[in-house]
């Protein structure tokens, strides 16, 4: 048996299928005023619509000319590439110019080189006259003509600690350059000059591995001895007298120097 409430509602269905068939919201006066049920069905209806629209109202539909914006592609898409695969560039990217910084740098130093390299494993011998007398008796020819910059960097990173002979404005005293050797077992660098011409010799040793026994006079040469900070300077020569050894100093940087 079908109730008053199903069947109104029934009616009501029948009478919505009708009107929205003609389209438009369907107001409760287009139902008979002695249809009270209906009425307020439709009027809860028509409540339900609008509530309904303001929530959830559709944009307005493009005109018919305008073509329908494509829609936006995915995250990945338009950032072309993953991170993943971003970072594995940037790693190619700096892997690169890494080796290509590297081996400019080699290039440079390469090009920068003097002519004569320095060699430690050239001699060592067994006394400071004995050093004097190979190098005189070879002419010089083994020594490395360098620079004052030259000469700086090589004391600096042969002792860790620069040192400069400062011959150059001295009148009489010519610096030819320099000769790593060994003193027995004492590392050295020799410094060769000519005084008047005449051939002398700085050996620059650092004190604490010095053995004194290998710097004595002998041959007719005199060995004179200097200290300086770390340093022990030994010039050899047939003179009485040091010239070589007032005019060694230690130098902070290029440029700047200062007697310790």
């Not at 990217?93 to 080699?106: C, E, M, R």
């Not at 001699?123 to 004097?132: I, L, Q, V």
Request: a negative charge.
């Amino acid at each position: 048996m079908t109730n008053r409430f199903d069947a109104r509602h029934e009616e009501f269905d029948r009478r919505l299928d009708e009107l929205a068939a003609g389209g438009g919201a369907i107001p409760p006066e287009a139902f008979a005023d002695d249809d009270g049920d209906l009425r307020a069905l439709a009027a809860l209806q028509a409540r339900l619509d609008a509530s309904l629209r303001r929530q959830f109202s559709l944009p307005d539909a493009p005109s018919r000319g305008a073509s329908p914006a494509p829609a936006a592609p995915p995250l990945t898409r338009v950032r072309g590439v993953s991170w993943t695969h971003r970072v594995g560039i940037a790693a190619v990217i700096v892997a690169g110019l890494f080796g290509a910084w590297s081996t400019w740098t080699q290039v440079h130093q390469w090009w920068s080189k003097p002519t004569m390299t320095v060699a430690y494993g050239g001699a060592t011998w067994s006394s400071a006259t004995a050093a004097y007398e190979h190098l005189v008796d070879s002419e010089f020819a083994e020594v490395w003509v360098c620079p004052r910059e030259r000469f700086v960097d090589h004391t600096r990173r042969r002792f860790g600690t620069a040192l400069y002979v400062d011959v150059d404005t001295v009148p009489d005293i010519v610096g030819l350059g320099l000769y790593d050797c060994g003193i027995r077992t004492t590392p050295a660098l020799c410094f060769v000059a000519t005084i008047d011409e005449h051939p002398a010799v700085m050996i620059i040793a650092i004190t604490a591995f010095v053995d004194a026994k290998m710097f004595v006079d002998g041959d007719g040469l005199h060995v004179h001895r200097r200290e300086l900070g770390p340093f022990s300077l030994f010039e050899v020569s047939p003179d009485e007298t040091p010239h070589l050894l007032d005019h060694a100093m230690i130098v902070d940087d290029v440029g700047s120097s200062g007697d310790e």
